[in-house]
């Protein structure tokens, strides 16, 4: 399944409500202690039991209240709430007439699943509602299309059990792309960047074209038990093909290099579009006083390493009433400030909502220096292998 900017779920209207409800209900599964309220036993066998709250009430079931709560352990380091700033920083903005903020709803779990995320270099600070809208002379508009051709609904590599996130991002092309046929992008949880893929899918006789790309990186290793039983070919269709990985040979893997992503789609929501310019300003203040560098084009050499960073805006990614949204991706080979020890967030990506101006020096601090998730801003996250992360 494609997952591109401007997603939106079904709304359900009153007219289909009573409906789902009942559908809901029904696919609910039940205790194995519950039974039906009209049956029971008597000594010659199975009779039927007028006092249904009689048998429901003869049952084993614990109550709510006396359940034993399960303690387990979140899976990386956790810390409640952000620390105040120990610095000065600019307000947080207020936000545009009827376009409030949520702030009660619990955050963690609001993230929706992926399997992959694509952040394609446009250069660009805002886009279309649509971003397959936008860039209509551009390659990086090309290749949005072209992903949403072969894994959207219809597509050659549809499977609605493999969602792969497309953004668009403010991050520049590379150097490098000096034709209007290729495009940049970065690629989480794997954490590569690539400076130039074809952007051709007319042609799918050519050794390099989008869907070998596709193939190469975009698939999953193993299907759905869903989809497991689809006939050959098209099992096979479906799965990564690894080998035509040697086909993108100026592919980097990153291994130091943090990467932030702040949603600034102000085409398709003001809030995030209010708030994600003063963040992305003071994450590169707090960042480079600690004397790690942010600037959007990296000199030869200091795309990848431990005092670099890469900061950008990114186009929707769902939750613009928790705004701002930030995407941290540490790489699998960051370590602990001044210290050779494993990062403990190594190669994992975590999501946090709720971020304001004097909540970056904190974020700062603790997850890209500590290693600590803030708890009270986590909407979810994932892992280098995939795997959704949750509290």
């Not at 559908?23 to 010659?44: D, F, K, L, Y």
């Not at 049952?59 to 956790?78: A, G, K, N």
């Not at 705004?323 to 990062?343: C, L």
Request: glycine share 8%; hydrophobic share 30%; aromatic share 8%.
């Amino acid at each position: 399944m494609l997952s591109l900017s401007n997603t939106t779920s079904c709304p359900i209207t009153p007219k289909h409500r009573t409906a789902y409800s009942y559908s809901h209900q029904a696919m609910r599964p039940r205790p194995a202690c519950w039974g039906s309220p009209a049956i029971g036993r008597t000594r010659t066998g199975i009779a039927r039991r007028k006092d249904a709250s009689r048998f429901l009430s003869d049952s084993h079931c614990l109550s709510s209240s006396r359940r034993i709560p399960l303690d387990i352990p979140p899976p990386f380091p956790v810390t409640k709430t952000c620390p105040d700033a120990r610095c000065s920083c600019p307000p947080t903005p207020s936000m545009p007439e009827g376009l409030s903020l949520e702030n009660d709803h619990p955050l963690s779990g609001t993230m929706a699943a992926y399997g992959q995320q694509i952040v394609i270099c446009t250069g660009q600070r805002d886009w279309t509602s649509r971003i397959e809208d936008d860039g209509k002379d551009k390659s990086w508009g090309e290749l949005v299309r072209g992903l949403k051709g072969l894994l959207g609904r219809g597509g050659p590599y549809a499977d609605p059990f493999n969602n792969v996130v497309v953004s668009n991002s403010s991050f520049p092309p590379s150097p490098t792309v000096s034709s209007s046929n290729t495009a940049s992008a970065f690629l989480f949880p794997s954490f590569k960047y690539f400076p130039s893929i074809p952007i051709d899918t007319s042609d799918l006789s050519k050794k390099t074209d989008l869907a070998t790309f596709v193939q190469a990186f975009l698939l999953p290793t193993k299907l759905s038990p869903m989809r497991e039983a689809l006939p050959e070919p098209r099992h096979s269709d479906l799965l990564r093909k690894p080998e035509l990985a040697a086909n993108f040979p100026n592919a980097v893997a990153l291994q130091h290099s943090p990467v932030i992503l702040i949603c600034g789609h102000g085409g398709r929501d003001m809030r995030c579009g209010v708030m994600a310019p003063i963040l992305e300003e003071q994450f590169r203040r707090i960042l480079e006083s600690k004397g790690i560098y942010t600037a959007e084009v990296p000199t030869d050499g200091d795309f990848d390493s431990p005092n670099r960073a890469h900061i950008g805006l990114i186009s929707h990614i769902g939750g613009h009433k928790y705004a701002g949204n930030v995407i941290v991706y540490i790489p699998k080979g960051m370590k602990y400030s001044d210290s050779s020890a494993p990062h403990p967030l190594a190669g994992k990506g975590i999501w946090y909502g709720r971020i304001e101006p004097r909540h970056v020096e904190g974020i700062v601090e603790e997850t890209l220096m500590g290693g600590r998730v803030v708890s009270d801003h986590f909407r979810g996250g994932i892992d280098q292998n995939g795997d959704i992360l949750r509290l």
